[in-house]
T-cell receptor, first 116, second 114 residues
Framework: SQTIHQWPATLVQPVGSPLSLECTVE??????LYWYRQAAGRGLQLLFY??????ISSEVPQNLSASRPQDRQFILSSKKLLLSDSGFYLC???????????????FGEGSRLTVL | AQSVAQPEDQVNVAEGNPLTVKCTYS??????LFWYVQYPNRGLQFLLK??????LVKGSYGFEAEFNKSQTSFHLKKPSALVSDSALYFC????????????FGTGTRLQVFP
């Protein structure tokens, strides 16, 4: 079966410091990978998604970047954090390819980032 | 453009009563529709999906959802609510030929009172 791991679970960082959140998926190959941000426990904002190694689509211009150095690894980064980067970050995966794919996402447990 | 609306920020229901969480959508062509649940400080858990076929879809934890094409709705239902059902619920939609992205609603907080 497939599993998704996301870490760290909790992070407190000062303004201006770098960020690295990591997500890995096991039990499947060539998944689509996603980073979402959830602010104030409500709506989800899609930040980045990737359909393959080195292929990153950015949904919202911002202080963050994403990379996919390996097939099942997705990293969210920042060089200098802002207060507004605080939030709950969720990684997700879905099966890729083909019209028969229904596209449901499977989420990690999330990483709570507090920028002080 | 694809969109999904959850018109209620919060739904309150007494334990043992039926519950409904509303969702309407807009998408070109036939939709794929999904419901997710999120407990505090956790990731989203997949509940159920509508792809094609029977308009009434059954999912996890006794939840079901009814697809209504004429009303472009996909309301989540449960015949008898439990206190443990209290959580944040998200509806999501994807167009049949848009294979990459799900569009999520803003979420509805369900509060079940004992």
């Amino acid at each position: 079966s497939q599993t998704i791991h996301q870490w760290p679970a909790t992070l407190v960082q000062p303004v201006g410091s770098p960020l690295s959140l990591e997500c890995t998926v096991e039990g499947t190959s060539n998944p689509n990978l996603y980073w979402y941000r959830q602010a104030a426990g409500r709506g989800l904002q899609l930040l980045f998604y990737s359909v393959g190694i080195g292929q990153i689509s950015s949904e919202v211009p911002q202080n963050l970047s994403a990379s996919r150095p390996q097939d099942r690894q997705f990293i969210l980064s920042s060089k200098k954090l802002l207060l507004s980067d605080s939030g709950f970050y969720l990684c997700a995966w879905s099966l890729a390819g083909g019209r028969k794919r229904t596209g449901e996402l499977f989420f990690g447990e999330g990483s709570r980032l507090t920028v002080l | 453009a694809q969109s999904v609306a959850q018109p209620e920020d919060q739904v309150n229901v007494a334990e043992g009563n039926p519950l409904t969480v509303k969702c309407t959508y807009s998408v070109s062509g036939n939709p794929y529709l999904f419901w997710y649940v999120q407990y505090p400080n956790r990731g989203l858990q997949f509940l159920l999906k509508y792809i094609t076929g029977d308009n009434l879809v059954k999912g996890s934890y006794g939840f079901e959802a009814e697809f209504n094409k004429s009303q472009t709705s996909f309301h989540l239902k449960k015949p008898s609510a439990l206190v443990s059902d209290s959580a944040l619920y998200f509806c999501a939609v994807r167009g049949r030929y848009n294979t990459d992205k799900l569009i999520f609603g803003t979420g509805t907080r369900l509060q079940v009172f004992p």
